[in-house]
């Protein structure tokens, strides 16, 4: 019996040392995507929620997020300037992550052979331009964002002021705007319109910018639609439709406490606007209708989408991000929020606007419509700069610095300045 005990021992420590000299395999080293994004808090802790999910479902990818909050554009340039770019970025066509800037310097990596037509198909058409430059796909498209009238529903029923409807005008909405206003001992404790947007209304009478192909092609004080479009923007301004138009804020506050006050008959934003309103627990009634027309009826875009850089490491990997970022089930979840318009149409039929807090809204298909009318009115690499010469000159003709044709033509000379000047970059 001794025997067979010391036998047994003999044979345990003999596996054990066998087992211990095998030749162990390494552990799997982990593929590493650096991925960059804007906005809120709340928005970046959403996303940590989805890459917790893409990390459980491919275990052998860890993502480093990134979240400069206003620093976005900065942030993203400086470590492309650096040689170390993200992997895969977050890219709009508004104030972050310019698109086609990026695109334009050789930065960012063309997906059009990873894109099937089936996946093709799940997206609004009008995403696929907003994630195009010169011909090439760039990024995966998150969301279309057409803007919208927003409206106090309590101010139009205590005026007895009929809703917003697609018959109006911007003069239609002028109107409207000076009978809502209300004065009381000198002082304004009320406005029809929080602001009158100049490029809105000039495109609508036929302005225009660049041509489909990216060509300047505005005429300056011979742009009959960018003049009247100044005329009205004085008009809203000295006729008390809204209030000084350079002001940073009203007497009620910046401009989501203005509307919170109840004390703003409407508002022009995109549709994260519906968001906001629930999320900030607003007290009155509201709805949304169709940007008023001119000539046309236009309605400035803007997108959001995911890209891949060209020196991004693990380029599979960072694929897989991507189309899991916007595949039905993360898209469903997005839209649920009301953030923003997405790009998914299958999110939108089954999730958009579905919060309990928009359960009052009558126009919820306003969003939907609205892409039938979107357009982006500064198409190119060079959008922030153009932008800012335009407000800087419609704040001259308000401020009575300049005549409205003089400037226009400032307008023309200083965006073809610019371009001149970005040629050789």
Known sequence: MRKLWLIGLIGMMILIILSSCAKREP???????????WGSVAEANQMKGWLEKFEKKFPNIKVKLIHPGGSYNEKVLAMCAAGTPPDV???????FGIIYALAEKGLLMPLDNYI????????????WKGVTWKGHIYALPREA??????YN??????????????????????????????????????????????????FAYGCKFFDEEG???FKGKEDTGAKKALELYLKAYKEGATPFPLAEETSFGGFWTSILSGRIGMWITGPWGCQELIKRGVKFRWDMALIPKGDRRVSPMTFVGYAITKKAKNKDA????????????????????????????????QSYLKHPGYNQVVHKEIPFESLKYGEEFFRTPYLLEIKQVVKDVSDSVILGKLTIEEGLEEMKDRVIEILQGRKGE
């Open 27 to 37: 552990a799997v080293k982990k593929k590493e995507i650096v991925f960059t994004i």
């Open 89 to 95: 970025m977050m890219v709009g066509t508004a104030g």
């Open 116 to 127: 099937d037509e089936e996946y093709r198909k799940g997206i609004f058409k009008e995403a």
């Open 145 to 150: 964002n057409a803007e919208i009238l927003f």
């Open 153 to 202: 529903k309590d101010l139009f029923d205590k005026e007895g002021i009929p809703y917003p409807d697609e018959s109006w005008t911007w003069e239609t909405l002028i109107e409207v705007a000076k009978k809502i206003t209300k004065e009381e001992n000198g002082r304004i404790i009320q406005y029809g319109l929080y602001s009158l947007p100049w490029f809105i209304t000039a």
């Open 215 to 217: 060509k300047f092609v």
């Open 318 to 349: 960072c694929l897989k991000l991507i189309k899991f970022l916007t595949s039905p089930e993360i898209m469903q979840d997005f839209a649920y929020t009301g953030r923003a318009f997405p790009a998914s149409i299958l999110a939108f039929q």
